[in-house]
């Protein structure tokens, strides 16, 4: 079974600087996908950015950036320039597709706090 | 274009009664996932419809059900509650079937929080 583990409970930063939420999973598949999810206060999940395996390259979203180690099982989340509005929880999730449809298989979690 | 709406937003039940949840997906998405979120357990996947066949089941008691409609509208059904059944329950739709290049976002509803006292 695939299990993703965040190992940050809580981080705080400050307004415009940058953080890192790491994120690790364990996998014997080699096709899957890779999210960070942003749950803010208000509970609506929403995606922030998402990642195929079988892309070499990291992908970026504006001021959310991944580093995605293949080898390594391992998928962080780093964002850049912070804001107020990043104050939230953040997961990270795995889904392999064909065999288990769109079934998402989240950590436990980072609460960011940014601070101003 | 709507996003994904779960009704109701708020619910308090008492132990050993039933409660049904629903959701209603973005339109034109086929698939309907539902997650059960508490401060101990985190996210769980509870199961999976797409055209109206459950197609995943997480490992959750039998007192936990659900449907889809063939318009994609979901239910899910808690027979029996426990207080431990208190939770978030978050819906998700997703347009394709999550197989080859058919593999897109989830969009999440603001859940239903159900308390069971």
């Known amino acids: 079974a695939q299990t993703v583990t965040q190992s940050q409970p809580e981080m705080s930063v400050q307004e415009a600087e940058t953080v890192t939420l790491s994120c690790t999973y364990d996998?014997?598949?080699?096709?899957?996908?890779l999210f960070w999810y942003k749950q803010p206060p208000s509970r609506q999940m929403i995606l922030v950015i998402r990642?195929?395996?079988?892309?070499?390259q990291n992908a970026t979203e504006n001021r959310f950036s991944v580093n995605f180690q293949k080898a390594a099982k391992s998928f962080s989340l780093k964002i850049s320039d912070s804001q107020l509005g990043d104050t939230a929880m953040y997961f990270c999730?795995?889904?392999?597709?064909?065999?288990?449809?769109?079934?998402?298989?989240f950590g436990a979690g980072t609460i960011l706090r940014v601070k101003s | 274009k709507a996003g994904v709406t779960q009704t109701p937003r708020y619910l308090i039940k008492t132990r050993g009664q039933q409660v049904t949840l629903s959701c209603s997906p973005i339109?034109?998405?086929?698939?309907v996932s539902w997650y059960q979120q508490t401060p101990g357990q985190g996210l769980q996947f509870l199961f999976e419809?797409?055209?109206?066949?459950q197609r995943n089941k997480g490992n959750f008691p039998g007192r936990f059900s659900g449907r889809q409609f063939s318009n994609s509208r979901s239910e899910m059904n808690v027979s029996t509650l426990e207080l431990g059944d208190s939770a978030l329950y978050l819906c998700?739709?997703?347009w394709g079937a999550g197989q080859g290049k058919f593999v897109t976002e989830a969009f999440f509803g603001q859940g239903t929080r159900l308390t069971v006292v």
């Open positions: 999730a795995f889904m392999k597709p064909l065999e288990y449809g769109n079934k998402l298989v």
């Open positions: 339109s034109g998405h086929r698939s």
């Open positions: 998700a739709s997703s």
């Open positions: 419809y797409f055209s109206e066949t």
């Open positions: 990642q195929e395996a079988y892309k070499q």
């Open positions: 996998t014997s598949e080699n096709n899957y996908y």
